[in-house]
């Protein structure tokens, strides 16, 4: 089975812009769910979709956001970027009723 | 609510030997799981092992093993005879579930070094 496949793998972008990351779980996983991870604060979560529907989401301002298409491909989207956006996001796919999360390699996004 | 902590924020190991990194967490909960995931220097984040928290029994995969102490709230985990390719961080994780939702918390990291 192919992995968890995300794209783009790196963007940089400029304060006030906005952007969609994608991101492909591996086939028959429904479940996708989407991390921050910066060196100082490690990861942090930001939401899990399943079957098109957020489930969970972490602490992060309404300027992040997602959804989840009905063949279990899910998009990021941050809007009005700043600096302290400029991180690695990690998707995870996870199969139903299980428990293990299977990560992508990851869109590095840098705010100048 | 949940916490997982790492304490090691860095480690090193001489190529073969055995090393051990920690992680402690906190829940009320009963039942979950823990894992152990490595990211080595920028590439994918793989799952190296995992744990449930009802089976007594450590966890081993090959020369990663576990030492799940339920009552201390200690999840730690051991690399025999350490290889190069080990050189990565490490990241914790707890797993609960509740009214039907997955929550993942991870720790900080510990950085190691596998030394020739």
């Given at each position: 089975?192919?992995?968890?496949?995300?794209?783009?793998?790196?963007?940089?972008?400029?304060?006030?812009?906005?952007?969609?990351?994608?991101?492909?779980?591996?086939?028959?996983?429904?479940?996708?769910?989407?991390?921050?991870?910066?060196p100082?604060?490690g990861l942090?979560?930001?939401?899990?979709?399943?079957?098109?529907?957020?489930?969970?989401?972490?602490?992060?301002?309404?300027?992040?956001?997602?959804?989840?298409?009905?063949?279990?491909?899910?998009?990021?989207?941050?809007?009005?970027?700043?600096?302290?956006?400029?991180?690695?996001?990690?998707?995870?796919?996870?199969?139903?009723?299980?428990?293990?999360?299977?990560?992508?390699?990851?869109?590095?996004?840098?705010?100048? | 609510?949940?916490?997982v902590t790492q304490s090691q924020p860095e480690m090193s190991v001489?190529?073969?030997?055995?090393v051990t990194l920690s992680c402690t967490y906190?829940?009320?909960?009963?039942?979950?799981?823990?894992f152990w995931y490595k990211q080595p220097p920028?590439?994918?984040m793989?799952?190296v092992i995992?744990?449930?928290?009802?089976?007594?029994?450590?966890?081993?995969?090959?020369?990663f093993?576990v030492?799940?102490?339920?009552?201390?709230?200690s999840f730690s985990l051991k690399i025999?005879?350490s290889?190069?390719?080990d050189t990565a961080m490490y990241f914790c994780a707890?797993?609960?579930?509740?009214?039907?939702?997955?929550?993942?918390?991870f720790g900080t990291g510990t950085r190691l070094k596998v030394?020739?």
């Amino acid at each position: 089975k192919a992995g968890v496949t995300q794209t783009p793998r790196y963007l940089i972008k400029t304060r006030g812009q906005q952007v969609t990351l994608s991101c492909s779980p591996i086939s028959g996983h429904r479940s996708v769910s989407w991390y921050q991870q910066t060196p100082g604060q490690g990861l942090q979560f930001l939401f899990e979709y399943f079957s098109e529907t957020q489930r969970n989401k972490g602490n992060f301002p309404g300027r992040f956001s997602g959804r989840q298409f009905s063949n279990s491909r899910s998009e990021m989207n941050v809007s009005t970027l700043e600096l302290g956006d400029s991180a690695l996001y990690l998707c995870a796919s996870r199969s139903t009723s299980r428990e293990t999360q299977y990560f992508g390699p990851g869109t590095r996004l840098l705010v100048l | 609510a949940q916490t997982v902590t790492q304490s090691q924020p860095e480690m090193s190991v001489q190529e073969a030997e055995t090393v051990t990194l920690s992680c402690t967490y906190d829940t009320s909960e009963n039942n979950y799981y823990l894992f152990w995931y490595k990211q080595p220097p920028s590439r994918q984040m793989i799952l190296v092992i995992r744990q449930e928290a009802y089976k007594q029994q450590n966890a081993t995969e090959n020369r990663f093993s576990v030492n799940f102490q339920k009552a201390a709230k200690s999840f730690s985990l051991k690399i025999s005879d350490s290889q190069l390719g080990d050189t990565a961080m490490y990241f914790c994780a707890f797993m609960s579930r509740g009214s039907g939702t997955y929550k993942y918390i991870f720790g900080t990291g510990t950085r190691l070094k596998v030394l020739a």
